[in-house]
C-alpha cells in the first residue's frame, strides 16, 4: 500500500471531495491524483510541488499523515515534599570507566515518589540511576535496563551457602579497576566475594579473594530496574 494515496484518500473521503475536484481545487487541473494512482515500473516520483498544495487543500500536514497534535503540553508541577528527583548519570555498568558516585554528567532524572523509596529502604541522597550494558544479566537485566542504585549500602552481607538450595545473592554495581560492572555478589567464608552473571552459560561465575576482594570497589546495592519493551 502507498502510504501517501492512503492518507489522501482519508483526506478526501473527510472532506467529501473528488480525486478531480481535490486535483482541480489544487493544480487547477482534473488529473493530479488520477496520474499518482497510475501503476509504474520502480519508484513512484511525485511533484512535489504539487503534494504540497494538495496537502493544503486536504488538511494534511505535509509529511502526509493526519494532522499532528500541536496543542501545548501543560508543566507538571510535583510537590518536593511527595516526590525526590534522581539524577541519571552518563555511566554505564558493565562496560566504561567512572562510578556513580555523583561526579559524573548527568543525563536527565526520574521522579519516584518519597513513599516508594522509603519501603525499599533508599534514601534520596543516596539514590543513582544508571544504565546497564551487556549480555551478561539477561534475562533479568537487557542490555539498556536503567538500574536504581543505592550507595548507601556497600557492604555485601556474608551468608553460609547450602549448596542443596538456589542461589541467593542480591545484585550490585562494582567498579574493577577502570570498568564498572554489575553481579550478583556473594559473600563466602573468609572473605571471597563470587561474582556471578544470571546468564551463567555465556559468564561463569568469578571468584575474588585476597587482595583482589579487597580491590573491588562496591558502588552500591541494586534495587530496582526499569526496562523498556518492544
Given at each position: 500500500m502507498d502510504p501517501i494515496l492512503d492518507a489522501i484518500d482519508q483526506a478526501?473521503?473527510?472532506?467529501?471531495?473528488?480525486?478531480?475536484?481535490?486535483?482541480?481545487?489544487?493544480?487547477?487541473?482534473?488529473?493530479?491524483?488520477?496520474?499518482?494512482?497510475?501503476?509504474?515500473?520502480?519508484?513512484?516520483?511525485?511533484?512535489?510541488?504539487?503534494?504540497?498544495?494538495?496537502?493544503?487543500?486536504?488538511?494534511?500536514?505535509?509529511?502526509y499523515g493526519?494532522?499532528?497534535?500541536?496543542?501545548?503540553?501543560?508543566?507538571?508541577?510535583?510537590?518536593?515534599?511527595?516526590?525526590?528527583?534522581?539524577?541519571?548519570?552518563?555511566?554505564?555498568?558493565?562496560?566504561?570507566?567512572?562510578?556513580?558516585?555523583?561526579?559524573?554528567?548527568?543525563?536527565?532524572?526520574?521522579?519516584?515518589?518519597?513513599?516508594?523509596l522509603r519501603r525499599v529502604g533508599?534514601?534520596?541522597?543516596?539514590?543513582?540511576?544508571?544504565?546497564?550494558?551487556?549480555?551478561?544479566?539477561e534475562p533479568t537485566l537487557k542490555d539498556g535496563d536503567v538500574v536504581l542504585i543505592d550507595i548507601g549500602r556497600k557492604t555485601v552481607p556474608a551468608r553460609p551457602r547450602d549448596p542443596e538450595k538456589p542461589l541467593h545473592a542480591d545484585l550490585y554495581a562494582l567498579r574493577e579497576g577502570d570498568q564498572l560492572r554489575i553481579k550478583r555478589v556473594e559473600h563466602s567464608k573468609l572473605g571471597r566475594l563470587i561474582l556471578h552473571s544470571d546468564n551463567s552459560m555465556m559468564f561463569p561465575?568469578?571468584?575474588r579473594e585476597g587482595h583482589d576482594a579487597r580491590e573491588l570497589d562496591v558502588i552500591g546495592k541494586v534495587v530496582w530496574s526499569g526496562h523498556r519493551w518492544g
Open positions: 478526501l473521503k473527510r472532506k467529501e471531495l473528488s480525486d478531480a475536484a481535490a486535483s482541480r481545487m489544487a493544480v487547477g487541473h482534473s488529473s493530479l491524483i488520477k496520474n499518482l494512482r497510475q501503476p509504474r515500473d520502480g519508484e513512484k516520483r511525485y511533484n512535489l510541488p504539487a503534494l504540497i498544495k494538495l496537502a493544503d487543500v486536504l488538511g494534511l500536514e505535509f509529511y493526519p494532522p499532528r497534535d500541536t496543542a501545548t503540553v501543560e508543566p507538571v508541577i510535583l510537590d518536593a515534599e511527595e516526590y525526590a528527583k534522581v539524577p541519571l548519570h552518563e555511566v554505564e555498568l558493565a562496560a566504561g570507566a567512572g562510578a556513580v558516585s555523583g561526579d559524573e554528567e548527568i543525563s536527565g532524572e526520574l521522579v519516584f515518589k518519597r513513599s516508594w533508599v534514601s534520596p541522597a543516596n539514590a543513582r540511576l544508571a544504565r546497564v550494558r551487556g549480555e551478561s544479566m561465575a568469578e571468584v
